[in-house]
Each structure stands twice: as C-alpha cells, then as structure tokens.
C-alpha cells in the first residue's frame, strides 16, 4: 500500500490549492479515502472523507464550504480542492483509504501547505 500526496505549497489567505493523492496497493475505486492534516504539536484531524463511488462526503466543520474532495477511479486518484484558505489551515495534509479512519494504518509523506501572507 502506498498513498503519494502533491500539491502543497506556500498560498496567501483566501488563495486556493488542489491537492492530489495518488494510491496504489488495493482496489480503489472500493474504498472510501480520506484527507487528513496534522499540525505541530496537534493530532492528526480528519478533513474530508468521501466513498469509492464518489457520491457522499463528510467534512469537518472548520472547512465545510471551502474544501470539496473528489476522485477519479480511473486514475486511482483523490484530490482535496481548498479554497478560501485560511491561516489555520495551514498543516500537513496525508490521504489514507477509509471514511474518516485509516483503515490500513499506512501514511504516505504527506504534502506540506503553509498559508501565511
């Protein structure tokens, strides 16, 4: 099982991102996958998780209406689309297959975004 994530970066307040996770090592497009981030000397919180046929989500309630996670079965991919962003979430941000859990116990390195202006 590997989970590669992409996509960080340096963004000002109310800049946008878009976040990929590329996964491979079991049956994907069966699986739900989940966007995680995790600050320094904080837990790892769950952001957004969303079902293998893409068509229900859950969202933490400090990024409902500014993130949308999305995927593409075709390319075992995920994708974790900020926008708005705001100063707190600024973190590391790993994908793990599960609906809000890491059912598998894999991270991958995470991608790193920083919104500072």
């Known amino acids: 099982v590997q989970y590669v994530e992409s996509g960080g970066g340096l963004v000002q307040p109310g800049g946008s991102l878009r976040l990929s996770c590329t996964a491979s090592g079991f049956a994907f497009d069966d699986s739900a996958m989940t966007w995680w981030r995790q600050v320094p000397g904080k837990e790892r919180e769950k952001v957004a998780a969303?079902?293998?046929?893409?068509?229900?989500?859950d969202y933490a309630d400090s990024v409902q209406g500014r993130f949308t996670i999305s995927r593409d079965n075709s390319k075992n991919e995920a994708y974790l689309q900020m926008d708005r962003l705001k100063i707190e979430d600024t973190g590391i941000y790993y994908c793990?297959?599960?609906?809000?859990?890491?059912?598998?116990?894999?991270w991958g390195r995470g991608t790193q975004v920083t919104v500072s202006s």
């Open positions: 793990a297959r599960g609906f809000n859990m890491n059912a598998l116990g894999v």
């Open positions: 969303l079902n293998g046929a893409g068509t229900f989500s």
